[in-house]
């Protein structure tokens, strides 16, 4: 299993958070591992290859939006974005 980082964490919290074994977990990856290929490699030594829908993703723009760091903000600022799609 290749992980991306954030994914990588959420499964070690998800693991070390879980009480019950039996009990099914589901961790949902938030990228592809070949985003982040120099963290990939240092943790895992195998580089992960772009697959060919994202050969272009470091030429991509980047799109960010800066908040406040408070509940509502975040929530209407994601209220917002579905709102146009």
Known sequence: ML???HTAVGL???RQARADASVPMVVLSTAHPAKFPDAVEAASGVRP???EHLAD???RPE????CANDFATVRGLIEATLDKS
Do not use: G, I, N, Y
């Open 49 to 51: 290859p772009l697959p």
């Open 57 to 59: 993703l470091f030429d």
């Open 3 to 5: 992980l991306d980082p």
């Open 12 to 14: 070690a919290a998800a």
């Open 63 to 66: 799109h960010f939006e800066v």
